[in-house]
């Protein structure tokens, strides 16, 4: 191991606390996002813990981006030995009021982003037998209401990695998913949801989570290091999980009953 590593969507939350958490390894980071002013400011505290690296403007939904973002690693870094596709949105919405658009830009980014992340970056790491981890979520397994957008992109990130897992196995390439359920975050920032009803209840279920993106960037950093494949970093999480693959319909029943909750105040607030 070379000990390099880059993390897109670095800017700010799990993004940041990730590079914060290989930095005080002493990696060196290759630290990617839209947002440039939160990228300087990751840099800095990335140097703080005993990293260092470079910053770099990419947006995932640009190919041609991702491709020069990995010829920027060869160049400054001669190569990289972990990928972390974590750059994300948030968004929400009953099916019915979800706009074609709003699919598009959600699939754009959270899927589709980590496919062309992966793509750009399969030629350094077939040469560094390195690892890919991509960020998905609770999302991905669980399918709440009201964010079917978000859900099918993030089930796409695990089927993703499922397939990546196999297909890269004799190439020495390491493959990990990470489902976090909602944590501390600045996602918000970015949701994008047809009422503002609907992001005060997201806003809430953030709040009520016990575990910071500090606490989810530890164990992923553990279980890389475990190789263990598909990492849930919340009890309650690993919990609800074992009870959809146990009775899946008890979860259906229990997500239906949220749902009609979800209606009901959204009627009593229009």
């Known amino acids: 191991m070379h000990n390099r590593i880059m993390i897109t969507g670095a800017g700010s939350g799990l993004g940041r606390e990730i590079a914060l958490r290989w930095a005080r ?9 839209v947002n440039e002013a939160g990228l300087a400011e990751t840099l800095k505290l990335v ?6 690296g470079f910053t770099r403007r990419c947006d995932v939904r640009d190919y041609s981006q991702l491709t020069a973002l990995a010829q920027a690693c060869e160049e400054k870094l001669g190569g990289i030995d972990i990928i972390v596709n974590n750059a994300g949105v948030a968004a929400g919405g009953f099916f ?5 658009e709003d699919w598009d830009w959600q699939i754009s980014i959270n899927l589709m982003g980590v496919v062309k ?3 750009a970056f399969l030629p350094l790491l077939q040469k560094s037998q390195g690892r890919i981890i991509n960020i998905a979520s609770m999302a991905a397994l669980m399918q709440g209401p009201a964010m079917s957008n978000y859900n099918v992109a993030k089930a796409g990130v695990v089927a993703l990695s499922e397939s990546l897992l196999v297909e890269l196995k004799g190439e020495g390439i390491g493959v990990h998913v990470v489902c976090p359920s909602f944590f501390q975050t600045n996602l918000l920032d970015s949701f994008r949801g047809p009422t503002p009803a ?5 806003g809430k279920l953030l709040e009520s989570s016990p575990i910071s993106a500090a606490d989810i960037a530890d164990t992923i950093y553990r279980e890389v290091s475990e190789g263990v494949f598909m990492i849930l970093p919340h009890e309650q999480g690993r919990l609800a999980w074992g009870l959809k693959q146990k009775n899946p319909q008890m979860l259906y029943d229990e997500m239906t009953s949220m749902c009609e909750k979800m209606r009901a105040r959204q009627r009593s607030l229009a």
């Open 25 to 33: 390894e002493g990696w060196k980071l290759a630290l990617s996002d």
């Open 47 to 52: 140097r703080e813990a005993g990293g260092d």
């Open 96 to 100: 019915e009021e979800l706009s074609l």
């Open 117 to 119: 992340g992966c793509k």
């Open 198 to 202: 609907m992001k005060a209840q997201v």
